[in-house]
Every structure is written in C-alpha cells, then in structure tokens.
T-cell receptor
C-alpha cells in the first residue's frame, strides 16, 4: 500500500520555467491538498480539492494552478516559476474534508534560481 | 478565517523531562485539533488529535488538553526520549468545512 506518492522528489528550475508536481493516492480518499513548507512558516495550504471535480484556493494560491484529474490524482502546476516559490511541497489526502487524519506524501523539494 | 499561534518555536529538554507545546486558535467554531510530528527530512505524521467534545486525551507518553473557553490546546510529552526530537505542528479546523490551519511549528530537541 503506497499511500500518497508525489513526483518529482527534487527539481531545480530557472525563473520563468514551468513545471507540474504530480500526486496520487491509493486510499480511495475524497479530499486532497497541496501545502508548501518554508522555514519558520509551518505548512501553508496552496489549493485543495474536497472531492473529485472541485478545487478551492487555500492561503497562498498565487502563482499556482491545480487539476483534480480523477479521484486518485491531484496535480500542482507552476506556470512561470519565481524564486519565491522555492520551497518543499507536500501533497496530502484525507478520507473526508477535515474530519480525520491527513496522510502526507514524502515531499518535493523545488529550487527556483 | 482561522488563525493558529504556536509557542514556543524551539524547545530543548533533558531526556526524561516533560515537554509542553501550546497553541491558541481564533475561530470559536473550530472543533478538531490534531498534532503532527515531522522528523528531519520526513513527512508530517499524525500523533494525536482531539475533538471539541473532549477536554483531554492520552496515548502512552503523549497527551493533549483543550480549553474551548480560552481557545487554546496543548501537547504534553512525558519522559522524553531522543526519538521525540522533531518538529511538532498543531492545527485547528471545523469538521466538514474549510481545511485545517497549521501553526508554525515547534522544534523539540531532547538532549541525552
């Protein structure tokens, strides 16, 4: 049982380049989330999807887009990367929205030069 | 929206001592309060949670207390061990509504 799998684990981009972070869960969870983690800032929500077919902005959505491709997959896209988007990104899922445990992926470390 | 404040940001304790981490929240409607532990280079993992109909919950060496009137909740770790060294995050939210809001984290170091 893999849980939550996100790729890539590491990526270096130049300013202005685009990329997509992929996330998949095999627990049949309804809700999925993308967080970013910066030193001293905790976990900040970028976007979330309460159920298949819906997406909503979180605390820090600017510069990002998301797609809930199906129940299993939730991708995060950076259209034009900026140095301020250098961070560790975590995908997470839960059975239902905010009623139980969040299961996190291993994280993706992104550096924008 | 919800705002969660967490203190202290760093905490060092001697092995065997107790550690306490405190969080306050702003939205009185919040009813779910989990705690996550993140070891260095790893993903956050849930260690304990409490819902608003309960004042205290224990699981072996860890316990969480909730004071809804004062809007604060705390994590207590007794008989600390080196493997307790990690970053701990509190969070708050309303079931079935908006997602969890996390505190900024506490880096706990247990000194052997």
């Amino acid at each position: 049982n893999a849980g939550v799998t996100q790729t890539p684990k590491f990526q270096v981009l130049k300013t202005g380049q685009s990329m997509t972070l992929q996330c998949a869960q095999d627990m049949n969870h309804n809700s999925m989330y993308w967080y970013r983690q910066d030193p001293g800032m905790g976990l900040r929500l970028i976007y979330y999807s309460a159920s298949e077919g819906t997406t909503d902005k979180g605390e820090v959505p600017n510069g990002y887009n998301v797609s809930r491709l199906n129940k299993r997959e939730f991708s995060l896209r950076l259209e034009s990367a900026a140095p301020s988007q250098t961070s560790v990104y975590f995908c997470a899922s839960s059975a239902t929205e905010n009623t139980g445990e969040l299961f996190f992926g291993e994280g993706s470390r992104l550096t924008v030069l | 929206g919800e705002n969660v404040e967490q203190h202290p940001s760093t905490l060092s304790v001697q092995e065997g001592d107790s550690a306490v981490i405190k969080c306050t929240y702003s939205d009185s409607a919040s009813n779910y309060f989990p705690w996550y532990k993140q070891e260095l280079g790893k993903r956050p993992q849930l260690i304990i949670d409490i819902r608003s109909n309960v004042g205290e919950k224990k699981d072996q060496r860890i316990a969480v207390t909730l004071n809804k009137t004062a809007k604060h909740f705390s994590l207590h770790i007794t008989e600390t061990q080196p493997e307790d060294s990690a970053v701990y995050f509190c969070a708050a939210g309303l079931s079935g509504n908006t997602p969890l809001v996390f505190g900024k984290g506490t880096r706990l170091s247990v000194i052997a």
